[in-house]
């Protein structure tokens, strides 16, 4: 127990301030996951013909792609085209993009083909009258769904939403491959210093699941919140 | 986008094709053999064995897989004495083992809450009827309710195989270099981004044919 406390020789602290890394990098993800997986389903739902296959198959291809892999590509990516913009304007430069940045703007992406799909169907769960009443209050596209549409689907996607934050937060535990400081690395310096190996990697199994059970809890409290209007009174 | 990239590098890129796909049949099988007792332990009228299984649910779900991947590899080495009695060591000194072992708990705790939810699904007059013919336990579950939940359970396996796919590319972290391994390599050699690209092709064919053959499956072998 003392290997994962405060004092002398225990690594609380570092342990710790992975797991706020971890937390960092989910958060960052998410808005930024919602906000394109938005927009991907509206455009899988409009009416041109480009539009919805260019954003179906991007769906398809974040789906179908490691996450990992997307992660590299965003790190290496965004690094190679700073450093080659850079040399165009004849500046030397070695810097390359925070891991942080890079992996919470990868796992967006993958987040939101995912959340297309939940979108979707919460889009597809709202009855057609809603968006003729809209019309015919003369709202303009853009408000008919900031006010009418999206308060109703919000709540038809949140389970949905709710398993993806879950797996994003797994998902999370990659970034440490890019040398991120989240709660994975930090557990593996921890290892290389100690060797106590399955002491801290169950240590490390417990607190991200400490971590999606807290989520499951807010969720279900969320879940219950939004759709307070359906409960019966007896 | 030049393929001299690919078509130089193409030897070492079929061979993380070919340990991909290694990984993820045998996981794939693995876990379809750990799904059975913990299906059980789930639908069990005894509490024991339900939090049991709902444990290992909990546990496998809640964690990473690169976690759990880590803690079987290296935490393994610990108990060196202990399997080395057991006489199954020469295993857990294997990064492939390892891997395929992280996977296939891993897939098992996913595939059987699945099950799960398949044979939830069917109307209790199922096993009513069944019962009413005098089938046996085996008979009901292997004539009447299993036909059916495979089923309802075949588009969600479908899913759970692509993400095993995917979740294969992380055994770079224990030393074994799949597909997604042997491109990190080539990309650390030649610092061309390009071969991110091509691998993404790589796996958005091998995942569409996956889903192919899923709903090829569907719609030909369980039309009922």
């Not at chain 1, 968006?131 to 408000?143: T, V, W």
């Not at chain 2, 891993?106 to 109307?123: E, F, W």
Request: aromatic content about 12%; charged content about 15%.
């Amino acid at each position: 127990m003392e290997l994962v406390g405060f004092g002398a020789g225990g690594w609380g602290g570092s342990l710790l301030s992975g797991l706020f890394v971890t937390m960092e990098v989910a958060i960052l993800a998410l808005p930024l996951g919602l906000f394109f997986g938005l927009m991907i389903a509206l455009g899988r739902r409009s009416k041109s013909r480009l539009l919805r296959t260019a954003s179906a198959g991007y769906a398809n291809a974040f789906q179908a792609i490691p996450e990992l892999l997307t992660i590299f590509a965003i790190y290496h990516g965004c690094s190679h085209l700073i450093q080659l913009s850079m040399s165009e304007l004849d500046v030397q430069t070695s810097w390359t993009i925070p891991g942080v940045a890079a992996g919470s703007f990868a796992l967006s992406l993958v987040f939101a083909a995912y959340s297309s799909e939940i979108w979707m169907g919460a889009l597809a769960g709202i009855g057609r009258g809603q968006y003729e009443a809209a019309m015919s209050l003369g709202l303009p596209g853009i408000a008919s769904l900031r006010i009418v549409i999206l308060p109703q689907a919000f709540r038809l996607a949140l389970p949905g939403l709710g398993n993806l934050w879950i797996i994003l937060l797994k998902d999370t535990a990659l970034v440490s491959l890019i040398s991120v400081s989240d709660f994975m690395r930090e557990v593996n310096l921890a290892v290389a210093a100690t060797h106590r190996y399955f002491a801290l990697y169950l240590f490390a199994c417990l607190g991200y699941i400490l971590l999606t059970k807290i989520s499951e809890f807010v969720l279900e409290r969320l879940n219950l919140r939004a759709s307070r209007h359906l409960v019966r009174v007896a | 986008m030049d393929t001299s990239l690919v078509i130089e590098n193409a030897g070492r890129l079929y061979d993380g094709f070919k340990l991909t796909l290694g990984l993820v049949g045998l996981s794939a099988i693995c876990a379809a053999l750990i799904t059975v007792p913990l299906v059980l332990g789930l639908r069990s009228k005894a509490w024991a064995p339900r939090v049991v299984s709902q444990t290992y649910l909990t546990f496998f779900r809640g964690s990473p897989l690169l976690a759990q991947l880590f803690l079987l590899y290296y935490g393994s080495g610990q108990f060196r004495p202990l399997l080395e009695g057991l006489g199954v060591w020469w295993l857990f000194r294997d990064a492939f083992f390892c891997s395929v072992l992280a996977f296939a708990l891993n897939s098992a705790a996913y595939t059987a809450a699945l099950v799960k939810g398949a044979i939830d699904a069917l109307p209790e007059g199922q096993w009513e009827a069944a019962a009413a013919l005098g089938l046996g336990w085996v008979a009901t579950l292997r004539k009447v309710i299993m036909p059916q939940a495979i089923r309802g359970a075949l588009p969600g396996y479908g899913n759970e195989i692509v993400l095993l796919i995917k979740a294969s590319s992380i055994t770079m972290a224990v030393t074994l270099y799949e597909l997604l391994g042997v491109v990190k390599v080539v990309y650390s050699r030649t610092f061309d981004i390009s071969i991110y690209i091509w691998a993404a092709l790589i796996y958005i064919v091998i995942v569409s044919s996956v889903r192919v053959a899923f709903r090829v499956l569907e719609q030909s072998f369980f039309r009922w």
